[in-house]
């Protein structure tokens, strides 16, 4: 049993022993794909049980890990079995990881997100201890030497994995194999065993399309040996969800066309179209789909909250509110909802009611800047300036995001 679980894709494997090795050097214990999997039981199992005995789970998002089915996995189980979540952010801003990212998002709820400084990993591992501690996650140990040591043992390897791969030389492993590279192992060990679950996963989500919501992205793998034609539209999902996941929207769209076209009642496949449409402008086209989606699934939320925002981009604020008020009463503390319908409010320049709503998701999660911002946005427009000021100072202070913190003091200084 470990104090945390730290979830990342191999391209940031470097990254998250980094975080392990600075953990484990203050007294909590961590698990580490690289470190703590062993040969033989499938990766799934580990990791799911691995998650599962953990306390808290460290989360490095990154533009390689958006589209890991593997992470999402992780991630909701986490969600699932009420862990906490100390999400860390590699070359991607809180925000654009929000928009790629909804499901995510969701999962972490209030979690606050903390970037990697440019003086590393071990300038911000204090920050890391002292949130963990303030959740009530205390080290429970002495640091274990010997785990410590292995750690620092396959960190080197992988370093020297990395120089010798940019000067084209031979590789040694990080764990002891033959001399063939650590991407190209890792590679036929994980397809041989996704290759296995997917099998599983195909004939789950065709049977209950709810279960598809815990692998909104992931990587296709193709089964050479000739898969029957349910396993084949699982696969063109997966590969329209990994799409979707990447930003290639409409790329996605064709192959989620192609799933509805044969699974005619898949109401997560007409909300990720949606997604699809969304994101790439097409809102007319959108609201079509969460339509079809909430029809097929009256129970879900984002597809409310997402229909509200097509309105909104349309102009339609009254049908919005209607539905940002139908998400909230499906999920009273969908804070996403309050912001959103503040916005819808804040373009029918109902002041009272816009700064209603972002109190409200202020108060659900005191933790994002954005929401502050925006306050402080609305305090700003209808003269409210001490107000304002208050709240992008918070921003400020707060925030992660660089281009929100610029914003935030722009904002700022037109007003001093």
Request: hydrophobic share 40%; aromatic share 10%.
């Amino acid at each position: 049993m470990s104090d945390i679980f730290i979830a990342h894709v191999e391209e940031d494997a470097e990254i998250s022993l980094e975080i392990a090795l600075g953990l484990e050097e203050v007294g909590y214990t961590t698990w580490c794909y690289e470190v703590d999997s062993i040969p033989g039981p499938s990766y799934l199992i580990q990791t799911g049980q691995a998650v599962e005995e953990a306390r808290a789970l460290t989360l490095v998002i990154s533009k390689d890990s958006l589209s890991s089915r593997q992470v999402t996995k992780e991630v909701i189980r986490a969600h699932e079995t009420g862990k906490e979540f100390i999400p860390v952010l590699r070359d991607i801003s809180h925000i654009e990881f929000q928009n790629r990212q909804p499901e995510w998002r969701e999962a972490l709820g209030a979690a606050s997100s903390i970037r990697i400084p440019q003086e590393g990993v071990s300038d911000m591992i204090p920050r890391i201890v002292s949130g963990l501690k303030a959740s009530g996650l205390l080290p429970n140990s002495k640091p274990d030497t010997a785990h410590i040591a292995l750690i620092r043992k396959t960190l080197g390897d992988i370093q020297k994995y990395r120089i010798s791969e940019k000067a084209g030389g031979p590789v040694v492993s990080a764990v002891g194999l033959e001399p063939e590279t650590i991407t190209e192992k890792s590679h036929l060990k994980r397809s041989a065993e996704e290759a296995l679950w997917r099998k599983i996963w195909v004939r789950l989500t065709l049977a209950a399309f709810v279960i598809i919501a815990a692998s909104v992205v992931g990587v296709l793998l193709i089964n050479q040996s000739g898969p029957d034609s349910s396993e084949s539209i699982g696969e063109i999902y997966e590969l329209g969800l990994a799409l979707l996941g990447n930003g290639q929207y409409e790329e996605a769209i064709l192959k989620l066309n192609e799933v509805i076209d044969v699974d005619t009642d898949n109401a997560e496949a007409y909300f990720n179209r949606g997604l699809a449409y969304y994101y790439s402008g097409g809102y007319e086209q959108a609201i079509l789909d969460f339509t079809e989606a909430i029809d097929l699934d009256p129970s879900n939320a984002s597809a409310y909250n997402f229909r509200g925002d097509a309105y909104i981009a349309l102009g339609e604020y009254n049908l919005s509110i209607v539905d940002f008020t139908m998400a909230i009463s499906l999920y009273p503390d969908y804070q996403y909802a309050y912001h959103d319908r503040a916005l819808a409010y804040y373009y029918k320049e109902e002041w009272n009611n816009a700064i209603a709503d972002i109190d409200k998701a202020i108060e659900i999660d005191p933790e994002d800047a954005s929401f502050y911002y925006l306050r402080g946005f609305f305090y700003r427009e209808i003269g409210m300036n001490a107000e304002a000021i208050a709240d992008f100072e918070k921003c400020i202070e707060i925030s992660q995001d660089a281009s929100l913190i610029q914003e935030a003091q722009d904002q700022l200084q037109e007003l001093r």
